[in-house]
C-alpha cells in the first residue's frame, strides 16, 4: 500500500491492511512469515512541518526462523505498536556533514511522492525480533562433538581439553 503525501495533504490515511505470507520479502534475512501479517493504523502530514509525516499504528505477525542454538524452526509471535516520524530526503545535507541531535536519530527519511506500508513494517518487525533467537531460554543446543540436537537425545560426547598453551596466562593476577 502505498502511502501518498499528496493524499496526506487533503487528509489523515488510514489504513487496515492484511499482508499475506510472501508480499513482504524477508528473504535476505533467513526469516519466514508464518501467519498473515495484519496492521492497522493511520498516516498525517503534520501542519506546519514543510513534510514531515507521521505514521502510527499496530501489527500482528507470527515469524518463523532457525534456532541460532539447535537449528531448529522458532516461532515468534510479534504484536507490536509504531509511532514513526519521516521528512522528505531533500532535508539531508548532501555535501557536508551534519551532527544531528538525539531527537533527529529516531527520524526516518523518503523520498518522492511518499512510502510504502510494505517497506515500513518489514522494518518495524525485523526491529522486534530478538537479536539471538532461540526456541527457548532452556535450549541446549547442537553437540559440537556429534552434531546431534541435545533437546532430542542426549549424547556421552566427551569434550577434549582445549590447547591449553595460553593457560600460565589466567594465573596472573594484576
Not at 65 to 87: H, I, N
Not at 147 to 171: F, H, I, Q, S, T
Amino acid at each position: 500500500m502505498f502511502l501518498s503525501i499528496k493524499e496526506m495533504e487533503v487528509r489523515k490515511v488510514r489504513f487496515d491492511e492484511t499482508f499475506e505470507p510472501g508480499q513482504i520479502d524477508f528473504t535476505g534475512e533467513a526469516l519466514e512469515q508464518a501467519t498473515p501479517l495484519h496492521a492497522t493504523g493511520q498516516a498525517e502530514l503534520l501542519a506546519h512541518s514543510d513534510g514531515e509525516v507521521r505514521i502510527q499504528g499496530q501489527y500482528q505477525v507470527v515469524m518463523t526462523a532457525e534456532c541460532d542454538r539447535c537449528l531448529a524452526r522458532a516461532r515468534f509471535p510479534l504484536d507490536a505498536r509504531f509511532d514513526l516520524f519521516y521528512l522528505p530526503a531533500s532535508d539531508i545535507a548532501r555535501e557536508e556533514e551534519v551532527a544531528i541531535d538525539e531527537g533527529e536519530a529516531e527520524i526516518g527519511f523518503y523520498e518522492g511522492d511518499g512510502m510504502e506500508l510494505e517497506e515500513i513494517l518489514r522494518e518495524q518487525v525485523l526491529l522486534a525480533l530478538p537479536m539471538q533467537r532461540v526456541c527457548s531460554e532452556s535450549c541446549k543446543g547442537i553437540c559440537p562433538v556429534c552434531g546431534k540436537n541435545r533437546n532430542e537425545n542426549a549424547c556421552d560426547c566427551k569434550m577434549e581439553n582445549p590447547d591449553d598453551r595460553w593457560g600460565a596466562l589466567r594465573n596472573l593476577h594484576l
